[in-house]
């Protein structure tokens, strides 16, 4: 059984980091789950750091 990737919503602006996609901005390619972005990934929109995102809940 394959993991599943979990989404996170950026609290600020309301982004959501898709692992399946990744953030084709930062050079961050699909298959990325979000524990393992770069310490100073950022969202994409808005600029927030990863401390302003939660797990979306199914």
């Known amino acids: 059984m394959a993991d599943i990737l979990e989404m996170y919503v950026c609290l ?4 959501i980091y898709d692992p399946e ?3 084709e901005k ?6 990325v789950p979000f524990e ?12 927030a750091g ?4 939660a797990m979306v809940q199914e």
């Open 12 to 15: 600020v602006c309301g982004y």
């Open 21 to 23: 996609k990744g953030d």
């Open 36 to 47: 393992k972005l770069p310490a100073d990934w950022v969202c994409p929109e808005c600029g």
């Open 50 to 53: 990863k401390d302003q995102f």
């Open 26 to 31: 930062s050079g961050i390619p699909p298959g």
